[in-house]
């Protein structure tokens, strides 16, 4: 087959995804059964015949690409009606809804395996209104009353004080698309990129006092900072923790989280080489949590999060581990595996989560558009050789992905050690492999429209 038949293909997967309630489309469910249309091709096992929100973000995503707007805005209006009025999670959306006897049925978490609640959802829904509001123009929509008012719930749900005065947010393990236990409780950084992201898309879409305007964007501003002073990780930043003293008290001191040279593993060094950085995955007292996490890595570049010399760094470390990374599969979500008994203690012995498998360092197709997105988004301040570097990695990957995806069913995820096996529990035809790789061709189309190029810009 060639390019624009497996793209036609993946057109024709996508349609069979999508969801009606009352006759207007809800979204995609999370997975088609290769088998038959409509509901009766849904998978009815787990809850992949569900509509989760984050992975509706590429689906929606790639409809304003196509310039069906009216959907989108039909989605966040469903979101919306979902969210949580009252109780402690008043300003929560759903991780999922399905279509039951005409009606929707959310899951906040007490449907979901392990009871896991997804605050990555509701974070997600701001970034997508004001996508949807760039990119449609269609501001009357946001400025309605429903709009500010969930907007208002959310705001009170994220920026209430809790037992810190630091800017992030904390949540409980498996709070995001890594939803079982895998460590990332506290601070993992995805949710703090997304807090981000979110803060900003809000401050944008307010239409209320503008004291609350001016708090969102202080908070976002001092996250930025704090993820770019104690996340960002490079050579000489490590040289320089493993001489700084421990055990300090009082303010301002060299080393506030107390880390010890020991918690600085051994990877590090050739992972870093001399010109790398990134953002590490979770910053606790004590604890740093040194894994490399594809997906807030490639937001922090799509939401501007990182200064230039940061997005070099970042990048180069990138085409470095690129054999890691990428392998035989765009690209890894985690770095390295927790195995032996950490893998036995931190994920409670969890099968789907063996070393190199699904969240635990699987490769997932459905992450290498927002890598692309986020090159474009840092592209004026990359010098040409990396700017070649990174569009041939990406290149690399779109072929891996043409060539593969189709004769593996559309894969949810492979497993490694390089991504070259179909994962062991993996879905077939999962909506945001489908979908992923029809944004990923419009991204690295050189006709790329306007709206392609500024794709989750916030
Ligand atoms: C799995 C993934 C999660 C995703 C869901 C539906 O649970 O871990 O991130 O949203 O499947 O595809």
Redesign the pocket.
């Known amino acids: 087959m060639d390019t624009a038949a497996i793209l036609t293909q993946a057109r024709s997967h996508f349609q069979r995804t999508l969801v009606t309630c009352g006759g207007q489309v809800v979204g995609s469910v999370?997975?088609l059964a290769p088998e038959g249309d409509g509901a009766a091709g849904f998978h009815e096992d787990l809850?992949?015949g569900?509509v989760?929100l984050?992975?509706n973000v590429p689906v929606m995503m790639y409809l304003l690409l196509s310039g069906q707007g009216t959907v989108v805005r039909h989605f966040l209006n469903t979101c919306l009606a979902l969210q949580q009025t009252d109780g402690p999670n008043r300003g929560l959306f759903p991780?999922?809804f399905l279509e039951k006897d005409g009606k929707l049925v959310a899951d906040y978490g007490q449907r979901a395996?392990g009871r896991v609640c997804?605050p990555d959802a509701s974070l997600w829904f701001p970034i997508l209104a004001q996508q949807y509001v760039q990119h449609t123009g269609d501001r009357t929509w946001a400025n309605q009353t429903s709009v500010q008012t969930g907007l208002q719930r959310l705001l009170d749900l994220v920026m209430a004080p809790r037992f810190r005065a630091a800017p992030i947010l904390e949540v409980p393990d498996g709070a995001?698309?890594?939803?079982?236990p895998l460590d990332v409780w506290g601070a993992p950084l995805e949710i703090q990129v997304l807090l981000y992201g979110a803060l900003r898309a809000t401050a944008d879409l307010w239409q209320g006092a503008d004291s609350v305007k001016q708090q969102v964007l202080d908070r976002a501003a001092a996250l930025k900072t704090y993820l770019q002073t104690y996340y960002w990780i490079s050579t000489p930043i490590i040289q320089d923790w493993r001489r700084r003293g421990t055990e300090q008290y009082g303010d301002p001191v060299a080393n506030p989280f107390n880390l010890y040279p020991e918690t600085i593993p051994d990877w590090l060094q050739t992972w870093l080489g001399t010109d790398g950085g990134y953002l590490i995955g979770n910053l606790r007292s004590g604890r740093p949590d040194f894994r490399f996490f594809s997906l807030g890595n490639a937001l922090a570049l799509c939401f501007d999060l990182l200064d230039p010399v940061q997005q070099t760094a970042l990048l180069q470390l990138i085409c470095r581990n690129q054999a890691t990374l990428v392998g035989q599969m765009p690209l890894r979500i985690a770095h390295p595996p927790l195995t032996g008994e950490a893998w036995r203690l931190l994920t409670g012995s969890d099968p789907k989560n063996r070393p190199g498998c699904?969240?635990n360092g699987g490769h997932w197709p459905c992450l290498v558009w927002f890598l692309a997105a986020g090159v474009m988004r840092s592209h004026p301040n990359l010098s040409p050789d990396l700017s070649h570097q990174m569009q041939q990695l990406l290149h690399t990957g779109y072929q891996q992905m043409l060539h593969q995806l189709p004769q593996q069913a559309w894969a949810?995820y492979f497993d490694g050690p390089t991504g070259g096996w179909v994962g062991q529990q993996s879905?077939d035809y999962?909506?945001?492999t489908v979908v992923g790789l029809l944004i990923l061709a419009d991204l690295l189309d050189s006709q790329a429209t306007p709206i392609a190029k500024t794709l989750l810009a916030i």
């Open positions: 999370a997975a809850n992949y569900e989760f984050r992975d991780t999922s395996i997804s995001f698309m890594i939803d079982r699904y969240h949810e879905r999962q909506t945001w």
